[in-house]
């Protein structure tokens, strides 16, 4: 009797069928045991291999800054203080690919941001205060000191930070006063810059509102290219024709790229 069961329950565990019959599907369990170990296993292989990149990420940061980093990596790095056991490479990615830049994700409102998947409050409120704070401080330098027209390097920088990385053409103004300290600067227009897309009366209209004595117009040009379009000259010749009627100077407008500035004053437009 004891053989014929030891031959039964080798000959039923060959075909898998001997747990199902004999243990009510104890096998099933054990192999679904398995399985989730198996998942269990590999996932925790994945949190220590995303924890030891995350750590290199890190030390390179401390080493040599943000020298070397491209903007994927340099918004990967500042999901790891917000985003747990996560891949936050492909994170990162998925945000550029949406959002195009590093500058437009920073100054996205916090419900907006909170759309994407992993991107809670807690990194939303992070992402906000980080811009507001790189703005403020850069915005603080150039804020009621004299500025020297385009050779002021704190304004320049203040105008690279905000103007580099958008993907379309933006134009701003810095209104002054008479000692040619700043008294405000706005984003008034967006899109491709020319006299239909400008409209003069509303520029006049901010001047007053702050009693500027003077502006400085500053555009981006996405492409990259520092050289003034036709369109640039003649919208610059014609505000300045409109602002020497109501005694307000047109100190200079400033073109803003990835390969530097371009000043129309410098360059004997104004």
Same mark, same amino acid.
């Given at each position: ?20 019959? $004999? ?17 269990? $296993? ?23 800054? &943000? ?10 790095? =500042? ?82 930070? #905000?103007?580099? #990385? ?9 209104? =002054? ?34 009693? &500027? ?43 803003? #790229? ?13």
């Amino acid at each position: 009797m004891v053989n014929y069961l030891s031959k039964s329950k080798a000959f039923l565990e060959k075909f898998g069928l001997y747990y199902d019959i $004999f243990l009510g599907g104890k096998m099933k369990r054990d192999n679904g045991n398995k399985n989730n170990k198996k998942i269990d $296993f590999e996932r925790m292989l994945d949190e220590e291999k995303e924890k030891g990149h995350r750590e290199r990420l890190r030390q390179r940061f401390l080493s040599t800054g &943000a020298k070397g980093f491209t903007d994927c990596e340099i918004l990967e790095l =500042l999901l790891t203080y917000t985003v747990t056991r996560k891949n936050c490479r492909g994170i990162a990615e998925e945000l550029l690919r949406k959002y195009r830049d590093l500058y437009t994700i920073l100054k996205q409102p916090g419900e907006e941001l909170q759309k994407n998947k992993y991107m809670t409050e807690r990194a939303a409120v992070f992402f906000k205060l980080l811009f507001e704070i790189i703005e403020n401080e850069l915005y603080k330098k150039v804020y009621n000191e004299r500025i020297v027209l385009s050779s002021n390097l704190k304004l320049l920088n203040y105008l690279k930070f #905000s103007l580099l #990385s958008r993907d379309i053409e933006v134009f701003k103004v810095l209104f =002054l006063n008479t000692q040619n300290e700043l008294l405000k600067e706005e984003e008034l227009f967006f899109g491709t810059i020319d006299r239909s897309t400008v409209y003069i009366r509303e520029l006049v209209k901010k001047i007053l509102e702050y009693n &500027a004595k003077g502006v400085i117009l500053v555009h981006n040009h996405p492409s990259g290219s520092l050289k003034p379009s036709e369109s640039d000259i003649l919208l610059t010749r014609k505000v300045k024709e409109v602002l020497e009627n109501i005694e307000i100077r047109l100190l200079d407008h400033l073109i803003i #790229s990835e390969r530097g500035h371009f000043s129309f004053l410098e360059g004997g437009i104004l």
